[in-house]
T-cell receptor, first 111, second 109 residues
Framework: EAQVTQNPRYLITVTGKKLTVTCSQNMNHEYMSWYRQDPGLGLRQIYYSMNVEVTDKGDVPEGYKVSRKEKRNFPLILESPSPNQTSLYFC??????????FGPGTRLTVT | GQSLEQPSEVTAVEGAIVQINCTYQ??????LSWYQQHDGGAPTFLSY????GLEETGRFSSFLSRSDSYGYLLLQELQMKDSASYFC??????????FGSGTRLQVQP
């Protein structure tokens, strides 16, 4: 089954404790993205990747890092999480067809 | 930068037709997409307009006018399961999507 998976689905952590949210897709898509979703603000792009070792900042990259060492994986790293990074995070992948496939989401709470 | 405007909420009855409008201002524009998101779920792709005109997919249609920086999503024969949030999103030259803040559609019996 074609899908994008994210782990963990739920995470509660404390300020400053480094964390990684994993994202994996099995569709051999070139492009992958991370979004955060906050009430009333829609989805805002954090980072995206055009292929292995090629990444670029989205609209809200501050406080986040990404890497793309393999085509299927695109982890999101929060080196020192802060409460304003409490949000719902989505990973997505796509080819040139414009249809983005989203993962199930990761709800992160930073206290 | 990019900005998209869409209504925050729309209410309609089962069987009716509803139109959700989206206006955008972008630097670099490749096309307009629409996504549906049910509460607690992930966004799912509905349609994409790269050229002016109407695209139809079953009960859903989407329209784009590049000259007016305007598009809409038309939902016909509304069903209760169509209650969800609908997002317009623009593809820019950075191969990235910028989303609007979403329209919450409530379908009433």
């Amino acid at each position: 089954e074609a899908q994008v998976t994210q782990n963990p689905r739920y995470l509660i952590t404390v300020t400053g404790k480094k964390l990684t949210v994993t994202c994996s897709q099995n569709m051999n898509h070139e492009y992958m993205s991370w979004y955060r979703q906050d009430p009333g603000l829609g989805l805002r792009q954090i980072y995206y990747s055009m292929n292995v070792e090629v990444t670029d900042k989205g609209d809200v990259p501050e406080g986040y890092k990404v890497s793309r060492k393999e085509k299927r994986n695109f982890p999101l790293i929060l080196e020192s999480p802060s409460p304003n990074q409490t949000s719902l995070y989505f990973c997505a992948s796509w080819t040139g067809s414009h249809e983005q496939y989203f993962g199930p989401g990761t709800r992160l709470t930073v206290t | 930068g990019q900005s998209l405007e869409q209504p925050s909420e729309v209410t309609a009855v089962e069987g009716a037709i509803v139109q959700i409008n989206c206006t955008y201002q972008t630097s670099g524009f490749y096309g307009l997409s629409w996504y549906q998101q049910h509460d607690g779920g992930a966004p799912t792709f509905l349609s994409y307009n790269g050229l002016d005109g109407l695209e139809e997919t079953g009960r859903f249609s989407s329209f784009l006018s590049r000259s007016d920086s305007y598009g809409y999503l038309l939902l016909q024969e509304l069903q209760m399961k169509d209650s969800a949030s609908y997002f317009c999103a623009v593809f820019t030259g950075r191969r990235a999507l910028t989303f609007g803040s979403g329209t919450r559609l409530q379908v009433q019996p």
